[in-house]
């Protein structure tokens, strides 16, 4: 039970809201825990674990290219056990789900709306990313082996956040193609990355967003490459659900990896680095497709 909590943890963390909220045109409350997600498959697996309700919706004509969102909640008293259930599993969310609880509890209605300012005040100022931001988080040191728990929780923040890619590049005055496996996301808080960093490794970078909108925010690029990602790919295999087919391509890709040494000028060596490359164009082409947001 641990490791589907950790998993939704994780999701949520990465695409899930503890809302809080009043109606405009009347004194009533409301709440809810929410997820999102284009994969109808992740909604009705949390409806299951845990109950709510879900809403499948179809195909708009207008956006027939674009998978539609489909959408998991759970409201009132019934999101209470769950939320403290979920609640140590928490690194990016878990003040938001304390609030929710408190609120979800209270009756006075003056505390009640303090909490729905607090909830507001704590998303528009709260964890701005800032170049400082991102130097600190680059002096984060990896730090033991990472548990089933954890890659439980990867797995869940990957299928609602992260991405996995694969880049080709032709460097200068060299001959052949180089690749690039990556895993990325992109975030505008930093509680979650500086545990994932700590658990797993990686680098980050600064993503500027507002200088083109001020409505936006700037972001932390959270990334990982072959020699840190390869060896999470198999154990993450067993937990990932809507990014499990692009994990199962990575691995092919890294069986791909040509032994260092050996006469690479002999005919074997050419015949099998050509067999090679087309097994990862092949790859490459159907990570692509994967990643892509036309409908399967």
């Given at each position: 039970m641990?490791?589907i909590?950790?998993?939704?943890?994780?999701y949520?963390?990465?695409d899930?809201c503890f809302?809080?909220?009043?109606?405009i045109?009347?004194s009533?409350y409301r709440?809810g825990?929410i997820?999102?997600?284009?994969?109808p498959t992740?909604?009705?697996t949390?409806?299951?674990?845990?109950?709510?309700?879900i809403?499948?919706?179809k195909?708009n004509?207008?956006f027939?290219?674009?998978n539609?969102i489909?959408?998991w909640?759970i409201q009132?008293?019934?999101?209470i056990?769950?939320c403290?259930?979920?609640?140590p599993?928490l690194?990016e969310?878990?003040?938001?789900?304390?609030?929710?609880v408190?609120f979800?509890k209270e009756t006075?209605?003056?505390?009640?709306?303090a909490y729905?300012?607090q909830?507001?005040?704590?998303r528009?100022?709260?964890n701005?990313i800032?170049k400082e931001?991102?130097?600190?988080?680059?002096?984060i040191q990896?730090?033991?082996?990472p548990?089933e728990e954890?890659f439980?929780?990867?797995a869940?923040?990957i299928?609602a956040?992260?991405?996995?890619?694969?880049?080709?590049e032709k460097?200068?005055?060299?001959?052949n193609?180089?690749?690039?496996v990556?895993?990325?996301?992109?975030?505008?808080?930093?509680p979650?990355?500086?545990w994932?960093?700590?658990?797993?490794?990686?680098i980050?970078?600064?993503v500027?967003?507002?200088?083109?909108n001020?409505?936006?925010?700037?972001q932390?690029a959270?990334?990982l490459?072959?020699?840190?990602?390869y060896?999470i790919?198999q154990?993450?295999?067993?937990?990932?659900?809507?990014?499990?087919?692009?994990c199962e391509?990575?691995?092919e890709f890294s069986?791909?990896t040509?032994d260092?040494?050996?006469?690479r000028?002999?005919k074997?060596f050419?015949s099998?680095?050509?067999?090679?490359?087309?097994?990862?164009?092949a790859?490459i082409e159907?990570?692509?497709?994967?990643?892509?947001?036309s409908v399967?």
């Amino acid at each position: 039970m641990n490791n589907i909590l950790a998993y939704t943890a994780g999701y949520l963390d990465g695409d899930g809201c503890f809302f809080v909220g009043k109606n405009i045109r009347s004194s009533k409350y409301r709440n809810g825990i929410i997820v999102n997600s284009t994969d109808p498959t992740i909604v009705r697996t949390f409806k299951t674990q845990f109950g709510g309700q879900i809403r499948i919706n179809k195909i708009n004509p207008k956006f027939k290219n674009y998978n539609p969102i489909n959408t998991w909640y759970i409201q009132g008293k019934n999101a209470i056990p769950f939320c403290q259930n979920i609640l140590p599993f928490l690194k990016e969310k878990r003040n938001d789900a304390l609030t929710f609880v408190d609120f979800m509890k209270e009756t006075s209605p003056t505390i009640k709306d303090a909490y729905i300012q607090q909830v507001k005040d704590c998303r528009d100022f709260s964890n701005i990313i800032t170049k400082e931001t991102i130097e600190f988080l680059n002096t984060i040191q990896k730090e033991g082996i990472p548990s089933e728990e954890d890659f439980a929780y990867l797995a869940g923040f990957i299928d609602a956040e992260c991405n996995f890619t694969i880049i080709r590049e032709k460097p200068k005055n060299r001959p052949n193609y180089t690749y690039k496996v990556i895993l990325q996301c992109n975030n505008t808080k930093s509680p979650v990355i500086s545990w994932l960093l700590k658990i797993f490794g990686g680098i980050c970078y600064f993503v500027s967003r507002k200088d083109k909108n001020s409505n936006h925010k700037d972001q932390v690029a959270w990334r990982l490459t072959a020699k840190s990602l390869y060896p999470i790919l198999q154990p993450l295999l067993s937990f990932l659900r809507y990014k499990r087919p692009v994990c199962e391509q990575l691995i092919e890709f890294s069986n791909t990896t040509l032994d260092n040494g050996g006469d690479r000028q002999s005919k074997d060596f050419k015949s099998s680095y050509q067999t090679t490359i087309s097994i990862r164009e092949a790859i490459i082409e159907k990570v692509h497709e994967l990643n892509s947001k036309s409908v399967n």
